[in-house]
């Protein structure tokens, strides 16, 4: 069974919404800090969002506050990613990360 398991990604277009989903199991996840990192092609994985276990408390990359939401179903076991007002420099893999596990990855493409 894979801990993380991302979903949601595809192509939209500059200025769109998407929703990253990632389905957590094998873990107590209500416990822990949840955390979504995007990888830009060519370029380093980086920190996008953050929250904490109760979900009353998030963080954010300055390249994304105010246009994403991070947020969390502890009933469901369930973390997730509001994109708005995307950009093309948003384009991406991104990962949903929790309890030292990563997922695989869901690919964000931004694009006319």
């Known amino acids: 069974q894979v801990p993380l398991v991302e979903s949601g990604g595809g192509l939209v277009q500059p200025g769109g919404s998407l929703r990253l989903s990632c389905a957590a199991s094998g873990f107590n996840f209500k416990m822990y800090y949840m955390s979504w990192y995007r990888q830009p092609p060519g370029q380093e994985r980086e920190f996008v969002a953050g929250?904490?276990?109760?979900?009353?408390?998030?963080n954010y990359a300055d390249s994304v506050k105010g246009r994403f939401t991070i947020s969390r179903d502890n009933a469901k076991n369930m973390l997730y990613l509001e994109m708005n007002s995307l950009k093309s420099e948003d384009a991406a893999v991104y990962y949903c990360?929790?309890?030292?596990?990563w997922g695989q990855g869901t690919q964000v493409t931004v694009s006319s």
């Open positions: 990360r929790g309890a030292a596990f």
């Open positions: 929250i904490s276990s109760s979900g009353g408390a998030t």
